[in-house]
């Protein structure tokens, strides 16, 4: 049985190649201390764990693709309140998602197919895997943009050649971005609209780590405009609810229309049990709160160690990630092959990028006391490099 050329090309997702080395290590009795994945090891907030024990639940029927109203309309008050007053339309602004990685994924297969004229998609390298591998799906073709250090991993549709600009259906944003952590102003945002208008290009907003922030808080591209713009929202890493797999798509009426119907074949909202659960979530504000001062004492335990470590670290807006540079000589690849063994996991920039492979990612999902017996760990084996 002959498999897709398209599918052929999707490489395994690069986390997931560590998964079984993790386990081996397991089995072998080493403690493991996972800074990979931004999955987050602390217990759920206790409103979502309430919630989930109020549940009573007497049907099970199929859910709607756009979710929910009672959902969608605690979504725009949600946006609302964070976003400057920023107003969306509950009945015609609103798709609820299984988290954002399907809906990103699922975006292309509406906008782009072998007859059409725009094929092209531009995204931010290193960025999320899954802006790239949703395109090759849909037949169209992924132009990646290589963010540098000097321009504060911000890139601008004004230095892309006009030619494929006029070619390109979609372009992403992902401000605070993985896996740096750099932050963006809401003056970039729109300039990056109006230089999308003119070329009819949409302009997406992967926008899921925007209520984990390292002081000023994220402005969204909702505020500049709700026209020819969509903006991807998940409750993953705000209410570190990754294993529900809830989210939203927020933004232009008349796309979210046609995405509605599409989503309808596909199948994929989430349950309304989930979505039951994600209306406390997006209502509430101190469970994200907490997290937050969590992740700030997590942040201050590693940050202590790269200072002693001298490892330079980039200042990020991104609450839950560190964006590290690798000790001088060694590569990142190289650099978690020394560490793993001892059970100190780290992502390194080649798994999103070979060009990056002088960095790497340290994600604050282990448990508090797990990053402070981590760090003596990790000073062991750098000094006996």
Known sequence: MEISSRAGQLSTYPIADLIARKNSLREQGVRIFDFGPGDPLDPLPDI??????NLTVKHSNYPAAEGTFSLRKIISEYIY????KTRINPETQIIVSSGSKEAIFNLPGLLIDSASKRRKVIGPIPGYPVYSKGTLMAGGEFYGIQLLKENHYLYSLADIPENILNQTAIAWLNYPHN?????CSLEYLKEQYNLAQKYGILLCSDECYCDLYVDQKPHSLLEVSDQG???FHSLSKRSGMTGFRSGFVAGDKKLLAHYARYRNT???APSEVVQTISETAWSDDNHVNERLKILTEKRAVLMDLFSDLKLDVYSSVNALYLWVNTPD????LDYMEKLLPHGIVI???AFFDAGYDDCFRVSLSPLLEDCRDAVDVWRKVHKNL
């Open 329 to 332: 000589g060694i590569s990142a």
């Open 48 to 53: 979502i764990r309430q919630t989930v024990a």
């Open 229 to 231: 713009v969509l903006a």
């Open 179 to 183: 896996p740096t952590g750099a932050g």
């Open 347 to 349: 992502t390194p920039g």
């Open 266 to 268: 596909t199948g994929t």
């Open 81 to 84: 309140r964070r976003f400057s």
